[in-house]
């Protein structure tokens, strides 16, 4: 069958195209995929090129599909896999697979898998490690929404903190600790305040600084302090801008202890260093956000790695058990992935969406790749709405969720384009 795919083949070299797909063999699944949000991963890719770890270096000849948070329906089942999978069902897919030591991953490496398409080719080694799974939630985009979140949740399991008896390292963040998430109102930010309530260790409270008032906004809005208290959290937004010191008032908002767990989400010299300082004793930090720069380095206080027993570390990716986790929780109203999403688009938008990233402010793009529609903002469906229907009633259903999108919006889109369930 035909696919439309927008394919990689080298450095700003965005093409989308339709080709025909081969025929599945007995190890693989054909899938149509419906929703992907766009991640800043994927515009580093694009930068890069063959330069990249992850893309074949003959990507210029054999073009790779881009897009690895993806989420829609199990079209046809090959014979090995069909005592697992119908079609029909609706699948969300782990996309950091580590298959035999190959870095190999959706959205990177294949011809005919990735997000960003109508349909796709599920190879065998995605089902041989289990990154592909049945969802049973009521949208789409909270399950494309699961990969971010599985990234999120890998990062809160994979601090650790330990003890002088015995030197065993207790995996996660300090229970009742200070936690500070750096840059952290970008839509992963939001994803790690939303999950520092629902986790099994949670922290007393959370610090979050951005640089700009207008995202602190926008953050306070979706996810204010007086609803992160009614979960037992104190949640407090911070603008370095209005200190003349944010360093000491970081830590007196700690009681002068530092903080036990620090997540810094914008890849930036100056916040890896001022970290160093503001942990507290056995803290550990968290190089969150992944930098482009293959030297990206920072003077870091290693004489407190040595007396105060702080830790360095980073961690990209999620493994398969915290996308479960993560799509239990969405299933479950425990997180609220609509958090991240500011603007969608169809599949026609991806290109320009993709090579402009950084520069188009907002959360995350999710894009609808079985429809063609510009990369809409939420806050524009108002003024939209004055001129087309659609918009209309998606900024209704938006309007009454918080400003959020929603399921209610999701099958609005989609039944108005004619996208039904398989």
């Given at each position: 069958m035909k696919t439309r795919a927008v394919r990689l083949y080298g450095v700003d070299d965005l093409r989308l195209e339709e080709?025909?797909?081969?025929?599945?063999?007995?190890?693989?699944?054909?899938?149509?995929?419906?929703?992907?949000?766009?991640?800043?991963?994927?515009?580093?890719?694009?930068?890069?090129?063959?330069?990249?770890?992850?893309?074949?270096?003959?990507?210029?000849?054999?073009?790779?599909?881009?897009?690895?948070?993806?989420?829609?329906?199990?079209?046809?089942?090959?014979?090995?896999?069909?005592?697992?999978?119908?079609?029909?069902?609706?699948?969300?897919?782990?996309?950091?697979?580590?298959?035999?030591?190959?870095?190999?991953?959706?959205?990177?490496?294949?011809?005919?898998?990735?997000?960003?398409?109508?349909?796709?080719?599920?190879?065998?080694?995605?089902?041989?490690?289990?990154?592909?799974?049945?969802?049973?939630?009521?949208s789409y985009y909270s399950a494309s929404l699961g990969e971010p979140m599985s990234c999120i949740i890998g990062g809160y399991r994979a601090n650790y903190h330990t003890n002088k008896q015995n030197y065993v390292h207790d995996m996660g963040i300090k229970e009742g600790g200070n936690l500070l998430i750096m840059g952290g109102t970008g839509p992963m930010g939001l994803g790690a305040i939303d999950y520092a309530?629902?986790?099994?260790?949670?922290?007393?409270?959370?610090?979050?600084?951005?640089?700009?008032?207008?995202?602190?906004?926008?953050?306070?809005?979706?996810?204010?302090?007086?609803?992160?208290?009614?979960?037992?959290?104190?949640?407090?937004?911070?603008?370095?801008?209005n200190f003349e010191d944010d360093t000491q008032a970081l830590l007196d908002i700690s009681e002068g202890k530092g903080y036990d767990d620090i997540f810094v989400y914008v890849p930036v010299e100056s916040l890896a260093q001022q970290a160093s300082k503001l942990l507290a004793f056995d803290g550990c930090m968290n190089i969150f956000a992944g930098p482009t720069d293959k030297n990206f380095s920072a003077m870091v206080n290693l004489y407190d790695v040595h007396y105060t027993s702080t830790h360095i570390m980073g961690t990209t990716g999620g493994t398969n058990d915290d996308l479960l986790?993560?799509?239990?929780?969405?299933?479950?109203?425990?997180?609220?992935?609509?958090?991240?999403?500011?603007?969608?688009?169809?599949?026609?938008?991806?290109?320009?969406?993709?090579?402009?990233?950084?520069?188009?402010?907002?959360?995350?793009?999710?894009?609808?790749?079985?429809?063609?529609?510009?990369?809409?903002?939420i806050d524009d469906f108002e003024s939209l709405a004055k001129e087309d229907p659609l918009f209309a009633k998606l900024h209704e259903s938006c309007e009454a969720h918080n400003g959020l999108w929603n399921v209610q919006a999701e099958q609005i889109l989609l039944n108005h384009f004619n996208v039904n369930q398989l």
């Open positions: 080709f025909e797909l081969p025929e599945i063999k007995d190890d693989e699944i054909l899938v149509r995929v419906v929703s992907d949000s766009i991640c800043m991963s994927t515009y580093k890719t694009v930068k890069q090129g063959k330069n990249h770890k992850r893309v074949p270096d003959d990507v210029d000849k054999n073009p790779i599909i881009i897009g690895h948070e993806f989420a829609g329906d199990i079209v046809k089942v090959g014979k090995k896999w069909q005592d697992q999978f119908k079609a029909g069902q609706r699948f969300a897919q782990q996309p950091a697979l580590n298959y035999k030591g190959s870095l190999a991953s959706p959205g990177y490496s294949y011809p005919y898998f990735g997000g960003d398409c109508t349909y796709c080719i599920i190879p065998p080694e995605v089902m041989e490690l289990g990154c592909l799974m049945v969802y049973e939630g009521d309530a629902a986790g099994d260790k949670k922290p007393k409270r959370v610090v979050v600084t951005d640089l700009s008032e207008q995202r602190i906004e926008r953050a306070r809005r979706v996810l204010s302090e007086a609803s992160m208290k009614e979960k037992g959290i104190e949640l407090i937004y911070f603008n370095p801008n986790e993560a799509l239990r929780l969405s299933e479950q109203g425990k997180i609220n992935p609509s958090l991240m999403v500011t603007h969608i688009g169809g599949l026609d938008s991806v290109v320009d969406t993709t090579i402009n990233l950084p520069d188009i402010p907002g959360g995350k793009k999710l894009i609808y790749t079985q429809i063609d529609l510009p990369l809409t903002a």
